[in-house]
């Protein structure tokens, strides 16, 4: 990190914080679009020369005063925050891994004129099951906030070939299988590596192969499933 870049990170922290307390300013529009984009810079990971990956995913925690006062611009607000994200990233070569998501949120602990960004990479998750097929499943996976049954090997990975496809440029085409077994009441899922680029890591552990429990976390690339397990059928 730069000494230019430093002195603006604490600039940014004064006028949050220690100014905003003392004044009592509101939080205004264009704060939070430098914040935004301050945030994408600050955790952008290299993909190759021209490309590096960014947050998509972003949560803006206001004061309940500011927060009150933005409210009635709220769509309006997302929709500007969103356009201004999608420009500074095509200027910089910066990729979203999946579509751009905004909250506007309040947090009890902040003080009109201060506000906070967090923020996370969130890949974009398609699949071809059906929702009779997601009900009747004894086991799920759970991927960025969305369901996805286990009632059959399935394929994970970024192709189009793919059973659940996931848009993250750090899983491979054909990344990993989840295998399923029914033979008992519970089925046994067997998580298994496709030979992909990066490997996979299970519960934090870098493994070619494991059997899968209610709870288990499966990362690849930037992206982490959990392994949901029932002893009936429905989720």
């Avoid at 999608?86 to 309040?106: C, L, N, R, T, W």
């Avoid at 799920?140 to 990975?157: I, M, S």
């Amino acid at each position: 990190m730069g000494v230019l870049q430093r002195f603006e990170q604490r600039l940014e922290s004064l006028v949050s914080g220690i100014f905003a307390r003392a004044f009592r300013s509101a939080v205004q529009p264009v704060e939070i679009a430098a914040a935004l984009q301050r945030e994408c810079d600050n955790n952008a990971q290299v993909l190759s020369r021209q490309r590096r990956l960014v947050p998509n995913d972003f949560h803006v925690e206001l004061s309940d005063s500011d927060l009150d006062r933005l409210k009635p611009y709220d769509s309006a607000l997302v929709d500007d925050l969103t356009k201004q994200l999608k420009e500074h990233a095509e200027a910089q070569g910066y990729v979203f891994p999946g579509p751009i998501s905004i909250d506007v949120e309040p947090a009890g602990d902040l003080t009109t004129g201060r506000f906070r960004i967090r923020s996370d990479a969130k890949a974009q998750v398609e699949g071809h099951a059906t929702h009779t097929q997601l009900t009747r499943a004894k086991a799920v996976l759970e991927v960025n906030g969305t369901l996805h049954p286990l009632d059959a090997d399935v394929v994970v990975g970024r192709g189009t070939d793919a059973d659940l496809r996931i848009n993250d440029p750090g899983v491979s085409r054909r990344h990993v299988e989840f295998r399923v077994r029914h033979d008992g009441a519970i089925p046994t899922i067997e998580v298994r590596d496709l030979g992909s680029t990066n490997g996979i890591l299970v519960n934090g552990q870098r493994m070619a192969s494991a059997i899968a429990d209610d709870g288990t976390e499966v990362k690849i690339g930037h992206t982490t499933m959990t392994v949901r397990i029932t002893e009936e059928p429905g989720v």
